[in-house]
């Protein structure tokens, strides 16, 4: 395996930083430190091993000019150079592995062009996901897929690290095809270029950690905008939650979210909107208004009661995502530091997994997710359970996997480990195309530390 390369040494790190002059740099402070961390804390053994890791220079990148400058400059001085949106990141996808810099190009939040009549968006990579949607709302279009962290997260950084979110019941995961309709990249070169690439030369680059090229545009469908109203139902037990969900989502009715909580969890979590503790297992949805009679009326047959209703839009205060996706098990935390996650598809039926599951490996709290797969709704289940260390975390993977259950494992650092295990050659080959020093974000995609450095 080929060493990551190494920070800088001082006398070089003082070079880069005088040929860096003119532009907006920090080479100090806790600012360093802080821009060189996301939100990884939400898994212990990524907390231990990026401790000590951080950026030896921070970049802000106000536009093009100054991206095209930082490329050329780190391709020059050979420093590793790691992207950064809002460092929302829950892999520490965007802590520095080797020093180096980091450029954060959270300042370019250009919208360059939304077609009227596909509603079709091309935005620069700073954007933030809400305000994206704020401009696309009277326009009648809003975003398919954004994650809970859509009040801050950026466009660039939800493609090249995100997966999926609210939509994915609709729309599937951020790397089904449709989903990216094409993206403007910079390479890391002596003389950087922009390259043009349509959907399909784009599919490598997403969630890719920013290791094979700098977005500086991305093109993505909108939809149509709809008024979905958030639901919060409480059920009697797991089987009549589970129950009504999956009877929800092959119904004729439009639901964009989806989540079941047990009651347990449910109860560690802040109250949405003043409403009692859970009296019983939960479901949460954004649903179009005409569903919500027969929500009503299915839910009522099992035993539930409809708890909430208000609409998603204008957002304000705590919302109903805002206990969905990863903020679940932030929540949690915050509860008892104790407790970490997993990231998990589950087979159909899900209902004996689970059972087998608990049987297995007793202090499981259940917080499942429904998406579209292939065509078809299926759960992903984010368990929550205290940390028991290296070990007993193999062992639940290694559980879950004889149990039919696709693990994708949120304590890993590279693309490869924290997804599918194995190695994308379109992600390799786009990142000797598009850095061929191997300076990009090093360390974090497993099929590039095979290659050599040139
Ligand atoms: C509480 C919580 C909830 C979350 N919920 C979800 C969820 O529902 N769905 C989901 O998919 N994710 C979720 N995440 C993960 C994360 O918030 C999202 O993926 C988010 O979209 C990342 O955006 P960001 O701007 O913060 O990116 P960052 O964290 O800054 O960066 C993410 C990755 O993108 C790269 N990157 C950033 N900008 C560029 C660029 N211009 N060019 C190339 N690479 C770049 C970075 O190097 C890094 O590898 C959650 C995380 C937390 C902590």
Redesign the pocket.
């Known amino acids: 395996m080929t060493p990551l390369p190494q920070p800088l040494d001082p006398e070089a790190l003082q070079r880069l930083i005088h040929d860096l002059e003119g532009l907006d740099v920090l080479d100090g402070g806790p600012a360093l430190h802080e821009l060189s961390r996301?939100?990884h804390h939400?898994s212990p053994p990524l907390e231990e091993a990026l401790r000590g890791c951080r950026a030896q220079v921070v970049v802000r990148a106000h536009d093009r000019e100054q991206l095209r400058r930082v490329a050329a400059l780190c391709h020059r001085h050979r420093a590793p150079l790691?992207?950064?949106?809002?460092?929302?990141?829950?892999h520490g996808?965007?802590v520095p592995l080797s020093g180096g810099v980091v450029l954060d190009?959270?300042p370019l939040q250009r919208l360059l062009h939304l077609d009227p009549a596909t509603g079709v968006l091309t935005a620069e990579?700073g954007c933030r996901l809400l305000d994206l949607d704020r401009l696309l709302q009277p326009q009648g279009r809003a975003l398919r897929l954004s994650?809970?962290?859509w009040r801050?997260?950026?466009l660039?950084?939800?493609i090249?690290?995100?997966?999926?979110?609210?939509g994915s019941l609709r729309w599937g995961l951020?790397r089904d095809a449709g989903n990216l309709l094409g993206l403007e990249v910079l390479t890391v070169e002596a003389d950087p270029r922009w390259m043009q690439l349509d959907a399909a030369a784009a599919a490598a680059l997403n969630h890719a950690?920013?290791c094979n090229?700098?977005?500086?545009a991305i093109t993505v469908p909108t939809a149509p905008w709809q008024p979905w109203q958030e639901l919060v139902l409480d059920l009697p037990d797991r089987p009549a939650a589970l129950g009504l969900a999956e009877a929800l989502t092959t119904a004729a009715l439009e639901i964009d979210q989806l989540a079941f909580l047990e009651r347990d969890l449910a109860a560690l979590l802040p109250s949405l909107a003043g409403l009692p503790p859970p009296q019983g297992d939960r479901l949460l949805l954004h649903a179009d208004p005409a569903a919500l009679g027969p929500i009503s009326a299915l839910a009522q047959a099992r035993g539930g009661r409809l708890l909430l209703q208000r609409p998603c839009w204008p957002p304000r205060g705590l919302l109903l995502r805002e206990l969905?996706?990863?903020?679940t098990?932030?929540h949690a935390r915050a509860a008892d530091p104790r407790l970490t996650y997993l990231i998990a598809l589950l087979p159909d039926p899900v209902e004996p997994v689970l059972a087998a599951l608990a049987a297995a490996e007793p202090g499981l709290l259940w917080h499942l997710e429904r998406v579209r797969q292939g065509g078809c709704p299926r759960w992903v289940g984010l368990p929550v359970f205290p940390w028991r260390g290296d070990d007993a975390l193999a062992g639940l993977i290694d559980t879950c996997r004889r149990h039919g259950v696709l693990v994708f494992n949120p304590h890993a650092l590279t693309v490869e480990d924290s997804g599918l295990g194995v190695i994308d050659a379109a992600q390799v080959d786009a990142k000797r195309a598009h850095d061929p020093a191997a300076l990009l974000?090093p360390g974090?995609l497993r099929g590039a530390l095979r290659d050599t450095p040139g």
């Open positions: 996301d939100q939400l790691t992207l950064r949106g809002a460092g929302t990141g829950n996808q965007c190009t959270s990579p994650p809970s962290t801050t997260a950026t660039g950084g939800y090249a690290g995100g997966s999926s979110g609210v951020l950690y920013g090229g700098i977005l500086t969905c996706w990863n903020h098990t932030l974000n974090k």
